[in-house]
């Protein structure tokens, strides 16, 4: 009970205009961090996580305060979260089997098992 | 039992639905108004179909260089204009924040002009995807020409078509402020084009880096991938 009329608080706190110009503010500072470290070579080793965290921050970032997941109901997060999910696990999944080249990988019946041999 | 129905239900008013309580929209079970529900529904399901474009482009984002027909992802892709692009509309999600949040304090004046510079801010996006589509095609590149081209335009073709929604959207409910129809006591309204507007922003963070910013590579051929798939294929099947 307690923690319902806690959530029913934290629901109506939103941040200010002030915070929301901040918030902003950082996003096009990573933005400007994203584009340059694409250009730095010694980084290259290291570009695609770093590129991909400081996406994933920024994502984040939008949804939670721009979009006020992190002070709507739980539920909201629950859906979009769930789709999410979803949609990397579809992600990952197609891109293991075509990385492997599905061609190469499965044999004529699409099986991971190697084809039987021909009787004589 | 009833008191808790009574502050979930004062949860799910997030802001500026009070309409909702003179019989205007209700609310679902969850406490949540219905429409705010159904928009976060549709970007769920929205984000597993953008979630499927990106998977399609990822899996062949490599592949262009193997079947020897170009143009290239690196010939054509041009990272300082696009990240123009991608601060524009980042820069529209914070001008679509201050309108809600200025019609939320009563602010409609206010509200309006953060309206229309978020209206603005997507016309100049769409604007630079037009030249970049037109750049492309100038280059040799078609929804036919390669599977980059084909995997290209459908993925930010429909971003695009999303944004062109948005805009006309956008427009709607400046027409309508104008008219005296969007009030403190209607945010709602402005909120769920707010939210569509948002993740609109947020598939294009996603679309920047995996599809502009992440290096191609051009070394590997879909031969070593097939060969090193085969081995990998061969390690599991030993296990069993």
């Known amino acids: 009970m307690a923690s319902t009329t806690a959530h029913a608080q934290s629901s109506h706190a939103h941040p200010t205009l002030e915070a929301y110009v901040r918030i902003a503010i950082l996003l096009a500072i990573i933005t400007g961090i994203e584009v340059t470290i694409y250009y730095i070579p010694a980084l290259q080793g290291v570009l695609v996580p770093l590129l991909i965290a400081l996406s994933a921050f920024k994502f984040i970032m939008v949804v939670g305060y721009f979009m006020h997941l992190k002070f709507d109901d739980r539920i909201l997060t629950f859906i979009f979260g769930s789709a999410l999910v979803v949609s990397i696990i579809i992600f990952i999944a197609l891109w293991t089997v075509m990385y492997f080249d599905a061609a190469s990988v499965f044999n004529a019946n699409m099986s991971l098992l190697p084809a039987k041999p021909e009787r004589p | ?240």
């Open chain 2, 1 to 240: 039992m009833a008191q808790a129905v009574d502050i979930t239900h004062a949860a799910g008013h997030g802001h500026g639905d009070d309409h909702t309580e003179h019989g205007g929209h209700g609310h679902a079970g969850t406490g949540i108004e219905n429409r705010k529900l159904m928009m976060w529904l549709f970007l769920a399901s929205d984000c597993m179909f953008f979630g499927s474009l990106i998977a399609t482009y990822m899996i062949y984002r490599n592949r262009t260089s193997d079947l020897g027909v170009g143009p290239y992802p690196h010939e054509l892709i041009d990272i300082p204009f696009t990240s123009v692009s991608a601060f524009v509309l980042l820069m529209s999600s914070l001008t679509m924040v201050l309108s809600l949040g200025s019609l939320q304090k009563g602010n409609i004046r206010n509200s309006r002009i953060w309206l229309a510079a978020t209206a603005i801010l997507g016309s100049t996006f769409l604007g630079g995807q037009f030249f970049e589509f037109t750049e492309f095609y100038h280059e040799g590149l078609t929804l036919q020409s390669n599977i980059f081209g084909s995997t290209f335009f459908t993925l930010t073709g429909f971003h695009g078509l999303h944004v062109g929604l948005g805009v006309l959207w956008l427009l709607t409910l400046l027409f309508v402020s104008l008219r005296g129809g969007l009030k403190k006591e209607n945010a709602m309204t402005l909120e769920i084009a707010g939210l569509y507007w948002h993740f609109v922003d947020i598939v294009w963070i996603v679309i920047f880096t995996l599809v502009y910013l992440l290096p191609y590579n051009e070394e590997v051929s879909s031969g070593e991938h097939a060969a090193r798939g085969q081995e990998i294929a061969q390690q599991l099947l030993r296990l069993f």
